[in-house]
Antibody, heavy 124, light 113 residues
Framework: QLQLQESGPGLVKPSETLSLTCTVS??????????WGWIRRPPGKGLEWIGT???????YYNPSLKSRVTISVDTSKNQFSLKLSSVTAADTAVYYC????????????????WGQGTLVTVSS | DIVMTQSPDSLAVSLGGRATINCKSS????????????LAWYQQKPGQPPKLLIY???TRESGVPDRFSGSGSGTDFTLTINSLQAEDVAVYYC?????????FGQGTKLEIK
């Protein structure tokens, strides 16, 4: 059973870079059957897609965050990571990593497996 | 961006009753070449991640009880929960994946009356 687990600092100072890692277990991040994504949910608000990556390094980002986001993959560690620069209080949220299915070779944009999520607070 | 709007924002239903949650997209999310609606539904309980319930607007994810059903096409979609159980208390989200900018509805909070 594929499992995802987020890790990283729970507190980040304003203007600094938020860094999170998602570790995949029970399967290979290099599988041709999945894409991998990041989603967040600010307190009291709904879900926001941040970006998606394939094991080859191909990425797709939410245009509203694209200038500040970098998603990367480390196949040797079976992990993928999120970096969000120049954070403000508005970036305080529960951050989730999740898996997309693939149909043939085509990314399908829903998320069928999620990590538990990690709360990141932006505060000095 | 495709804006997803859910209604109502919250609802209370009696145990054993039926809950109906609506989701409207700002443009059609029906892909004509394969006749599929690019719409998913999720359930999120407190302290838990979202759980996929429905994809392609009406296909139930493996293991999801058949009390949950999805319907609709184009821009108007519905999640129906029959025979409501206490464990169904949650926030429900719709999501479109028609465009490469995936967007979610604002969520509908379901409670027991």
């Amino acid at each position: 059973q594929l499992q995802l687990q987020e890790s990283g600092p729970g507190l980040v100072k304003p203007s600094e870079t938020l860094s999170l890692t998602c570790t995949v277990s029970g399967g290979s991040i290099s599988s041709t059957s999945y894409y991998w994504g990041w989603i967040r949910r600010p307190p009291g608000k709904g879900l926001e897609w941040i970006g998606t990556i394939y094991y080859t390094g191909t990425t797709y980002y939410n245009p509203s965050l694209k200038s500040r986001v970098t998603i990367s993959v480390d196949t040797s560690k079976n992990q993928f990571s999120l970096k969000l620069s120049s954070v403000t209080a508005a970036d305080t949220a529960v951050y989730y990593c999740a898996k997309h299915p693939i149909q043939g070779t085509t990314l399908i944009g829903y998320f069928d497996n999620w990590g538990q999520g990690t709360l990141v607070t932006v505060s000095s | 961006d495709i804006v997803m709007t859910q209604s109502p924002d919250s609802l209370a239903v009696s145990l054993g009753g039926r809950a109906t949650i609506n989701c409207k997209s700002s443009q059609s999310i029906l892909y004509n070449s394969n006749n599929k609606n690019y719409l998913a539904w999720y359930q999120q309980k407190p302290g838990q991640p979202p759980k996929l319930l429905i994809y392609w607007a009406s296909t139930r994810e493996s293991g999801v009880p058949d009390r949950f059903s999805g319907s609709g096409s184009g821009t108007d979609f519905t999640l129906t929960i029959n025979s409501l159980q206490a464990e169904d208390v949650a926030v429900y989200y719709c999501q479109q994946y028609y465009a490469n900018l995936y967007t979610f509805g604002q969520g509908t909070k379901l409670e027991i009356k």
